[in-house]
Structures are given as C-alpha cells and as structure tokens.
C-alpha cells in the first residue's frame, strides 16, 4: 500500500539544461519566463565550444558526459538547449543510452518543438534554415521536417561567422550587418519560395535585429526559445510521472567548463541578468 508519506518522499532536483556554449541561455531565459516556478541547473560546456565544427562523434560523446553529470546532480529532465547536440547525439542517447543508464529520466532537444511549429506558419512548405556547420551538415532539420511533411522542401545554409559575432560582441556592429545581409541574399537566393526561415542556432537571437532588418517582408522567421518553452510546459502537463521530480523553489544555478570569470559576464548578456557561475568538470 502506498502511503501519503511515500508519495511526499518523491526525489525532487532541478531541471537540467545544457548547451555547448552560451547560446542555450537564450532558450534557458524562455523557460524560466514561461515555468519561473521551477529550479534550473544550466551546465556550458565552453572549454570545448563551439560543437558546431566538431565531428558527430565526439558531440555525441561530450553531450553524454554532460547528460550524466546532471543525471548525477539527480536531474530527472535534462534539456538540450543546443541545436547542435540535439541535432547529432539526443536520438542515440534517448534510444541506447536512456533505457540503459536511467530508464526513468528523460532528455529532449530544441529541434522537433521548432520544426513542429513550421505547419503553422508556411504556405509554400519551402523551409529556409540557418545554422552552424555542423547542424546544417547533420540534415537534422531536413530530416525532421520532410519526416513530418511530406512534400515539404528544406534549404539548410550554414553562417560560421554569427556565433563569433555575438560571443565578441559584435552583434550590433556593422560586421554583423554585412555578414546577416549576405547570408540571407544566399539563403533566399536558393528558392524566391521560402517563405519561413528557422534561426536553427541558440545564438542567432541576438542577431534578431539585424536579422529582421534584411529579411524581406512576408517571410516568417522562427526563434526557438518561445517555441521550446512552451513545449516544456505541455510536456510537464502531459508527463506528471517526470513534472513530480521537479523541485520547484524558482532557483537557477550556472556551470561552465571554462574559468567562470571569463563565462558570467557574456552570459549576463544572453540572460539579461548577473549570472554567477561555478566551473565544472565533465
């Protein structure tokens, strides 16, 4: 017979978020806008950024890492919150590893709630998607969508040059003008019938300005934070055997790789507050 008592000895932890950089702030700050309610602990794997030129297997192998460190923390939902890693590890993990390691835990990713959204918004079905070379390599998001749509056609365009932009600062800067304005004339220039872009990389949300600046009227551009966000909170409606485990203090909590020195101011200016962060190792 269960017990009120037992059923009130549930282990409680935060939700885990991960990103191999900082561009997953931008998806952390969301969430905690849609679900404050929540503890959130964010690991950045910035010694070993960007993923975006690595091979698939070494994403795979350093997104583990960072999955069973929060697993260890006692996260019982880690967060992907970089396109990248959700783009070539999250499938094996959730499918080899997951019923391996811990059955009862659950890791998802910023890809699917953002290809999701696309049937809302596209009236030719011809997908435009920006992303780091590794992502648009991956055809993550072409598989997703064309999975989803049938029919539906995807034009992937890599743009090495937007996450140094951002991470130097320089996102307001003429730099970013002439480097958004040509991807987007090479992007665009592939098909006159894109009509909704994917900002396929945690990062670009700070180009969004710019972005929005050369990006011709009548295209959609989709941001996934607010996508993932409000994903997470119908996933915590939908999956009470996971939302249980979630502490709910409205704490959140800041690790990286790198020398927290160098990762609390750049990251203050992804989350639009101080971040205090402690290093860590994976």
């Known amino acids: 017979m269960t017990t009120d008592s037992n059923k009130n000895s549930v282990e409680q932890a935060p939700i885990g978020v991960f990103d191999s950089g900082f561009g997953g702030l931008t998806i952390l700050r969301d969430i905690r806008r849609v679900l404050p309610q929540y503890d959130y602990l964010f690991i950045g794997d910035n010694a070993r ?134 991807d987007i004339n090479l992007l665009l220039g592939t098909c006159t019938d894109i009509d909704t872009v994917i900002l396929g990389c945690t990062h670009y949300p700070l180009l969004i300005d710019k972005i929005n600046k050369y990006m011709p009227q009548g295209v959609n551009v989709i941001q996934q934070g607010p996508i993932v966000a409000d994903s997470l909170a119908d996933y915590l409606l939908r999956h009470p055997e996971i939302e249980r485990h979630c502490s709910r203090g409205g704490t959140c909590r800041y690790y990286t790789t790198e020398d927290p020195g160098h990762f609390s101011p750049l990251a203050s200016v992804f989350t639009g507050e101080t971040v205090d962060a402690s290093r860590v190792i994976l």
């Open 49 to 182: 950024a960007p993923y975006g030129t690595r091979s698939r297997e070494l994403v795979y192998e350093f997104t583990l890492q960072a999955v069973k460190h929060l697993f260890d923390k006692r996260c019982h939902l880690v967060i992907l919150a970089c396109n990248t890693a959700s783009a070539e590890a999250l499938r094996t993990i959730q499918q080899r590893d997951l019923p391996v390691i811990a059955p009862d835990r659950r890791v998802l990713g910023v890809v699917r709630p953002t290809v999701e959204k696309v049937g809302e918004l596209t009236r030719t079905g011809h997908i435009g998607v920006f992303g780091t070379p590794g992502t648009i390599a991956s055809g993550s998001y072409n598989i997703e969508i064309e999975g989803m749509y049938p029919g539906y056609k995807v034009y992937g365009h890599a743009c090495p040059m937007w996450v140094p932009l951002v991470e130097n600062r320089e996102s307001g800067g003429d730099g970013a003008d002439y480097f958004v304005r040509k």
